[in-house]
Structures are given as structure tokens and as C-alpha cells.
Nanobody, 120 residues
Framework: QVQLQESGPGLVKPSQTLSLTCTVS??????????WSWIRQPPGKGLEWMGG???????YYSPSLKIHTSIFRDTSKNQFSLQLSSVTPEDTAVYYC????????????WGQGTQVTVSS
């Protein structure tokens, strides 16, 4: 059973960088054909895909967030991380990490989500 767990600060100040880590157990982040995504849900809004990293290390980003987003991994710890720079209150959301299958829209496994609030 694959499990994902998000971790990181729950409160970030405007203009700072939001950093979150997803720790994966029960499966390697280097196993084909999976990719590992960050998805967020602002209050009262739908899910927004932010970007992801494929099993081979290739990264993809949402065009609207690409300038501010970086996703990277630590294979020795079986973790992948998100950095979102220059945050504003509009980045307040529940942030999820999830495992998808390449060339599909299916996400088989999700973390429980972590609330991040951007406020001074």
C-alpha cells in the first residue's frame, strides 16, 4: 500500500517561499510508470494541479505557476518537494501530493493534505 504524507509549515508570510515535502512509503518514486504531483485547493475553489516529477526525474509545471514553482526529489529519502516563491494570500490552500500514472489523468494515491495559510 502506497502512502504519501505532506509536511511543512502551516503559516507563511507574504513574499516568502513556501516549502513542502512529500514522504512516500510503500513504493519508490523512481518506479515506472508513475509521476508524483503537487495539487492544491484554495478555500471555496476546485483542485489545481501545480506540477509534478516523473519517475525518471523530469519535471512539469502548470504554465500559470511555472515562474514561481520548483519541484525536486531526494531519491535516498524517497521524498519529493515543492517550493513556491513570492507567495501571496491567494496561495492559501490545502496542498496535496499524489501519485499518478503517466499518460493518464488518474491519481491512485493521495496524501491527506496540509493547510498552508499565507498571512502576515
Amino acid at each position: 500500500q502506497v502512502q504519501l504524507q505532506e509536511s511543512g509549515p502551516g503559516l507563511v508570510k507574504p513574499s516568502q517561499t513556501l516549502s513542502l515535502t512529500c514522504t512516500v512509503s510503500g513504493g519508490s518514486i523512481t518506479t515506472s510508470p508513475y509521476y508524483w504531483s503537487w495539487i492544491r485547493q484554495p478555500p471555496g475553489k476546485g483542485l489545481e494541479w501545480m506540477g509534478g516529477i516523473v519517475y525518471d526525474g523530469v519535471t512539469y509545471y502548470s504554465p500559470s505557476l511555472k515562474i514561481h514553482t520548483s519541484i525536486f526529489r531526494d531519491t535516498s529519502k524517497n521524498q519529493f518537494s515543492l517550493q513556491l516563491s513570492s507567495v501571496t494570500p491567494e496561495d492559501t490552500a490545502v496542498y496535496y501530493c499524489a501519485r499518478g500514472v503517466v499518460n493518464t489523468d488518474e491519481y491512485e494515491y493521495w496524501g491527506q493534505g496540509t493547510q498552508v495559510t499565507v498571512s502576515s
